[in-house]
């Protein structure tokens, strides 16, 4: 295991508001960041010294970033896996290749996270549509079927009600192989942020309890409103698919609640995670500053939650009713990444609120007028 110590490069791999955040973490202990993204002035780029702009698969710029990084890191998990691993033979990547192509395809992420023992929605895999016509039977409906590949924000999937609906999902195919998994009725969805350095040690952060909105996270909300011992048992499932992966630096786990207390695991993220956000003000570490520590070799620090807090994403449609509004608000931590258009729908930034009362925060959020449908 290398030690990285500031005055030394991290690159990072896409840069998006998560490189940013890690790359602001970053610079606070005075390590320089290199990035690569295939837009200039990225958010990470804004705040990157070396900005290395072409496609995440160019096999150049992955050489030249190896070049002038001392280690190597990635925002997100949709990078090329080959590309990928080739850099991990030249390059110092402590999180390795791995994780990225198991969380990279729906099919190996639920085989995985089944055979580290914890709990997965019934669920079948299917190449084509007619596989899926066949094994529907296995788990019935309703279910939602999910592309294998490159799903995001409930983008490529359908929810089934019944057999006559079935021919909805065809048109999935035409994009990747599919799972289909029985509908859970949640009552709530939680995620747990764990993070791991190579010498095994890790830590969760507090539990979020999130709220979508248009498949979007709209809001997390930390402590998670459950009970101790969802907690529990949330905190073990993230452990046990954690050592399970051999994980190094950040998985989000995100799960369902179920009405009898049961949780059910959802889909992983092999990096931060926006219901992590809130960890900037609100922990003592925060998901960041931890994951610079995980792949820089440092020890770990055992979070704490100063408050309960409240994470709001500001997506393109709500920037100007929130600027407008910035001056009643001066205990909202706003955070918003540098992004040149405020498209509807684009996470633009968030605003966290740290408070004694998430009931109260809940409704103040409300009635600000900055989040309409
Ligand atoms: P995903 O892209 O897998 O995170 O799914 C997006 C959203 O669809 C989730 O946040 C849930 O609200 C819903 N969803 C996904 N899978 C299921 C399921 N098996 N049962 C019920 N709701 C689901």
Request: aromatic letters at 6%; one cysteine or more.
């Amino acid at each position: 295991m290398k030690t990285i110590l500031p005055g030394q490069t991290i690159g990072i791999i896409g840069g998006g508001q998560l490189g940013r955040m890690m790359g602001v973490a970053a610079k606070e202990a005075g390590f320089r960041i290199a990035v690569l993204d295939p837009t200039t002035d990225s958010p990470c780029g804004q705040i990157a010294d070396i900005e290395i702009v072409a496609p995440y698969n160019d096999e150049h710029a992955l050489e030249e970033l190896s070049k002038v990084s001392d280690v190597i890191t990635f925002e997100f998990e949709n990078i090329d896996y080959e590309g990928l691993k080739r850099l991990t033979e030249k390059a110092y990547v402590p999180q390795g290749a791995e994780l990225v192509r198991i969380t990279q395809n729906r099919i190996n992420e639920k085989a995985e996270i089944q055979k580290s023992g914890a709990p997965v929605a019934p669920y079948i895999a299917a190449d084509t549509f007619d596989e899926l016509v066949q094994k529907i039977d296995q788990i019935g409906f309703p279910c939602i079927v999910k592309t294998a590949f490159g799903g995001y924000d409930g983008k490529g999937q359908v929810k089934l009600d019944s057999k006559e609906q079935l021919e909805e999902a065809s048109g999935l195919f035409t994009h990747s192989s599919c799972i289909a998994e029985a509908f859970v009725p949640f009552e709530k969805e939680i995620s747990v942020i764990i993070q791991r350095n190579l010498a095994g040690e890790s830590y969760c952060l507090p539990i979020a309890e999130n709220i979508h909105k248009h498949h979007i996270l709209h809001e997390s909300i930390v402590p998670a409103r459950v009970d101790s011992n969802v907690l529990q048992q949330a905190e073990k499932a993230a452990e046990k698919i954690a050592s399970h992966l051999e994980l190094v630096g950040t998985l989000a786990v995100e799960m369902f609640v179920l009405t009898d207390g049961k949780i059910v695991i959802n889909e992983l993220a092999p990096r931060p995670h926006n219901s992590g956000h809130y960890s900037i003000e609100a922990c003592n570490i925060s998901q960041f500053h931890q994951h610079i520590r995980a792949v820089c070799g440092w020890p770990l620090r055992k979070p704490k939650l100063w408050a309960p807090s409240i994470m709001v994403n500001v997506l393109g449609e709500h920037v100007e009713p929130l600027t407008e509004r910035i001056a009643n608000y001066p205990d909202w931590s706003i955070h918003l990444y540098g992004k040149a258009e405020a498209k509807e729908k684009r996470k633009m930034g968030h605003v966290t609120i740290m408070t004694e009362s998430l009931e109260d925060t809940l409704q103040e959020i409300e009635q600000s007028d900055i989040w309409k449908d």
